[in-house]
């Protein structure tokens, strides 16, 4: 089992920055990709950044030269949020994916006001 948990979500103005944080517990070991997905209100969960156990970042197009995906050990993940839009809006949730499951956090809110 892997348990993960966000923070770092908050309210902030259009332009603004914020950084996610995704801390990782339990059989981290067997992890071979996190990635960070968001869900806007009404909308369905959307992908939004990859990486992998070997550092490999990858991101939704929508994203690409403002957010950026990171980490410091094989328990923290981090999202870098920069020149954030009103459509950055939603909640945004950790995943772990392991060779057999996949496995989520609870989600943290991002609110960008315009």
């Known amino acids: 089992q892997v348990q993960l948990v966000e923070s770092g979500g908050g309210l902030v103005q259009a332009g603004g920055s914020l950084r996610l944080s995704c801390a990782a517990s339990?059989?981290?070991?067997?992890?071979?990709?996190m990635r960070w997905y968001r869900q806007a209100p009404g909308q369905q969960r959307e992908w939004v950044a990859t990486?992998?156990?070997?550092?490999?970042a990858n991101y939704v197009d929508s994203v690409k030269g403002r957010f950026t995906v990171s980490r410091d050990n094989a328990k923290t993940v981090y999202l870098q949020m920069n020149s954030l839009k009103p459509e950055d809006t939603g909640v945004y949730y950790c995943?772990?994916?392991?060779?057999?499951?996949?496995?989520w956090g609870q989600g943290t809110q991002v609110t960008v006001s315009s």
């Open positions: 995943n772990a994916l392991t060779k057999d499951n996949n496995y």
């Open positions: 339990g059989r981290i070991f067997s992890i071979n990709a």
């Open positions: 990486i992998t156990s070997g550092g490999i």
